[in-house]
């Protein structure tokens, strides 16, 4: 079975710091893929960034990079100089050869001025 | 393009009434997917489909949900009779297969139920 652990339920950062948000994983699949999504204030699931799990290199996407780690089965999710509009749940998800998106209990973000 | 787009954004309905939410995945997208969300639950996977054909529905709460996929651009999630506890938002998503290299699943907006 496929288990994805986010540990802290809120985390505190201000603007312009960088924030790490962490994630761990199970899985018995050779080849999966890990998600990260922002869902803010208003309910959308918006898609930030993805690593596949033979991917040599960390992803990165603007503002957006993830900290993959294999043999220690996490995927933490990096984010630099926070915006205020950052603010949301972010959730961490993976996807294996049973093909659905098993997701994490999330993790609330608060960024002050 | 077009995301994935479902409707109704909002319903309140009166217990025991049918309700139908509706999806239209990404086109090409062989995946299909329908989530429930709640404060208490999380993010549940209710039912799946590949080519429209149902894979795995074993987050089908129960008898009163049902969910079809007539074609690749069109999919039904019902609820009969409804019930408060059915209260959540509903998510619809796509995707290809997770072998693909474009794998990423978008999901709607959400159809936020209320049942009173």
């Known amino acids: 079975a496929q288990k994805i652990t986010q540990t802290q339920p809120g985390m505190f950062v201000q603007e312009k710091e960088a924030v790490t948000l962490d994630c761990t994983y199970d899985t018995s699949d050779q080849s999966y893929g890990l998600f990260w999504y922002k869902q803010p204030s208003s309910g959308e699931m918006i898609f930030l960034i993805y690593q596949g799990s033979y991917d040599e290199q960390n992803a990165t996407e603007g503002r957006y990079s993830l900290n993959f780690q294999k043999a220690r089965k996490s995927a933490n999710l990096v984010i630099s100089a926070s915006q205020l509009g950052d603010s949301a749940m972010y959730f961490c998800?993976?996807?294996?050869?049973?093909?659905?998106?098993?997701f994490g209990t999330g993790t609330r973000l608060l960024v002050s001025p | 393009d077009a995301g994935v787009i479902q409707s109704p954004r909002h319903e309140v309905t009166e217990m025991g009434q049918e309700v139908t939410l509706r999806c239209k995945p990404i086109?090409?997208?062989?995946?299909l997917f329908w989530y429930r969300q709640t404060m208490m639950r999380g993010l549940e996977l209710l039912i799946y489909?590949?080519?429209?054909?149902?894979?795995?529905d074993s987050g089908m709460p129960e008898d009163r949900f049902s969910a079809k996929m007539p074609n690749a651009s069109f999919s039904t999630l019902k609820i009969q009779p409804s019930e408060p506890r059915d209260s959540a938002v509903y998510f619809c998503a796509s995707s290809l297969s997770y072998r693909s290299p474009r794998n990423t699943i978008y999901f709607g907006e959400g159809s936020w139920l209320t049942v009173v």
């Open positions: 489909f590949n080519n429209n054909v149902p894979i795995d």
């Open positions: 998800a993976m996807r294996g050869h049973v093909q659905k998106l098993v």
């Open positions: 086109s090409g997208h062989d995946y």
